[in-house]
């Protein structure tokens, strides 16, 4: 065969190459329905849920005692509420056969303890106490399957509660009788306005009184530094004289950076700067299509590696306390990590704010983050490069529904007593999309695989692990976190090897709990200091052995930081040759919609 025909395919050749075609066809296929399907599922897995709900269903039917167990419960509590309807009709105040959980307070109106009402929601509690039983503790059922068919049985019961009803909600009748119906009038328009605003596009109402740069993210300062993914804010100082090592603050780029620099009298930055601090912000870019093939190594390379580059530059020979919140703290654990192991020498400590490192206990998020739902949100993400900030929005939502979902239907519709916007509502509503690529490989790497906490994951080629993390940590915690849950945040005194760990446990929730500026009403926290020397104590036994302190944690974390800084200097120049300021801040990508 002559040199010709070599360079010919042969018939195996374009056999194979056709079938290739073919394949990456049917897998087009594939993609292109299930991106679509998953518009309307929230990016819920149907396969994975049906996997959940089979598994419970085969066990429960091979589980003759346990239907005998759930048999026997059903006639107990049907006798129990039979006796309660009785007995109250006597005594109108006699104890209810059954107590709401503690976090739940939709039954809290006086109105509920009088009849019917008190017969309404003592039976959807019983109800509700059987499910549980019915979706829990049968065996063979993995922890996983158990916790999905629990959650989705929460999910279906929470819908049909009978607070949801006007003619069942002793508050919602009282209101109306009290207004003749003028609250359902005004809740019909507060729903037809959410409605239009949600078909045109428009913000929530009330919005239109917080805007960045005139009342939300106003402290004083300048943009230093651009790359395509962040602008590095520094911060104009307020003092004298400041403490030599500067504060780099890594926010989530799940979120816009100003939730710590919200109005004047909540504003974290401010409050450090007002202290005699310089403080440094990334704000991240909200990525767009074009922005799909960026990488978990990109955000770290492009994100705190460049700013601390950009800090080292304005004031060199100083050592970096380093922020970082949510996916931030993770981030930038990350890169502490690999810095440690290159021999990198730059951070004086590393504060975390609500951060994981550890994700195998990451509360009820990791219900939809098996191998389907993941594989079902990258057929999402595929198509149109980024998961977007509704979509995101619409998973905490499910995670919170009670509060977020039927108590504010409850209230703006059927009471019609819309709660007034705050900054941080305000800030809860300017969403931010996520990167496609990114995405995938955080969603992959971190919560399905654990690489990092597994001494897997890699930077450079090679892999990184928190126990090189050597310099002291301060990590906060709070108490009612869907995102980041307290005892799995606690877990960093499991994984690094730090001289010291002070280890911060306060009220409030993901967002409202960090943003706790002093004089903040009904805040309090726990604080303790773990040192390498000192043996492990486990999450239950330090929640309980630890103090309980009256009002906010921002000064304990700002005193932390001062014992950990050198002498006070004069303040540094806003940038420098190198890094000029190029806008006043809060610069540009914050804006980015």
Not at 273 to 297: A, C, Q, Y
Not at 518 to 533: D, I, L, S
Request: charged fraction near 20%; charge should be negative; aromatic fraction near 10%.
């Amino acid at each position: 065969m002559n040199q010709k025909d070599k360079s010919l395919p042969t018939v195996t050749e374009k056999v194979n190459e056709n079938c290739q075609d073919s394949v990456s066809q049917y897998k087009a296929i594939d993609h292109a329905f299930k991106a679509n399907l998953a518009k309307f599922t929230l990016g819920l897995s149907p396969a994975g849920l049906m996997r959940d709900y089979f598994d419970w269903a085969s066990h429960l039917a091979l589980s003759p005692g346990k239907q005998l167990e759930l048999t026997e419960k059903e006639f107990k509590k049907g006798a129990k509420l039979l006796r309660y309807s009785i007995q109250s009709a006597l005594n109108p105040d006699l104890e209810p056969c059954i107590k709401p959980l503690p976090q739940d307070y939709r039954f809290t109106d006086k109105g509920w303890q009088s009849w019917p009402y008190n017969l309404y929601y003592q039976s959807f509690l019983l109800n509700q106490q059987w499910w549980h039983n019915a979706t829990t503790d049968i065996d063979g059922l993995s922890t996983q399957s158990e916790n999905v068919i629990s959650f989705i049985a929460r999910q279906i019961l929470d819908k049909w509660a009978p607070s949801n009803f006007p003619l069942l909600n002793p508050e919602i009748t009282r209101e109306t009788i009290a207004t003749f119906g003028a609250n359902l009038v005004v809740g019909e328009k507060n729903l037809m306005d959410d409605a239009d605003r949600l078909i045109s596009g428009k913000p929530a109402a009330g919005i239109e009184d917080f805007v960045v740069g005139k009342n939300l993210a106003v402290t004083p300062g300048k943009v230093v530094y651009q790359n395509h993914l962040i602008e590095l804010i520094q911060y104009t100082p307020s003092t004298k004289k400041v403490f030599a090592e500067p504060i780099l603050i890594v926010p989530a780029w799940i979120m816009k950076y100003y939730i710590l620099d919200l109005s004047a009298e909540n504003s974290m930055v401010k409050y450090l700067v007002d202290k005699g601090h310089t403080v440094f912000m990334i704000s991240w870019r909200n990525p767009g299509s074009e922005d799909r093939e960026l990488h978990l190594e990109d955000y770290r390379r492009m994100g705190p590696m460049a700013a601390l580059d950009a800090i080292s530059s304005i004031i060199p020979d100083q050592k970096i306390h380093a922020t970082g919140y949510c996916l931030g703290g993770t981030l930038l654990s990350i890169a502490a990590a690999a810095m440690a192991r290159d021999g990198d020498v730059r951070l004086a400590s590393i504060s975390t704010l609500a951060t994981q490192v550890d994700f195998t206990e990451a509360g009820e998020l990791t219900l939809f983050i098996g191998e389907s739902e993941v594989s079902f949100l990258e057929d999402m993400m595929q198509e149109q490069g980024y998961l977007d900030g509704y979509q995101m929005a619409g998973a905490f939502q499910i995670l919170r529904s009670n509060d977020l979902v039927w108590s504010r239907m409850v209230r703006d519709y059927m009471l019609g007593k819309r709660r007034p916007m705050n900054d941080l509502m305000a800030w809860n509503t300017d969403l931010t999309r996520m990167p496609y690529r990114m995405h995938s490989e955080y969603l992959r790497k971190l919560f399905l695989n654990n690489d990092l906490a597994s001494g897997r994951y890699q930077v450079g080629g090679r892999p990184i692990v928190i126990q090189d993390i050597h310099i002291p940590i301060f990590a906060v915690s709070t108490v009612k976190d869907h995102v980041a849950p307290w005892k799995s945040v606690y877990k960093i005194n499991l994984l690094a090897d730090a001289d010291e760990i002070t280890f911060v446990l306060t009220s409030g929730g993901h967002n409202a709990g960090i943003v706790s500026e002093p004089g903040h009403p009904h805040r309090k926290f726990q604080v303790a200091t773990h040192r390498e020397c000192e043996k492990y104590i486990d999450p239950e036994t330090w929640q309980q052995q630890t103090p309980s302190k009256e009002g906010s944690w921002w000064p304990v974390w700002e005193e932390w930081l001062c014992e950990h800084s050198s002498k006070k200097v004069s303040p540094p120049s806003m940038g420098n040759e190198e890094y000029p300021p190029l806008m006043d801040a809060p610069g540009k990508y914050v804006m980015m919609t």
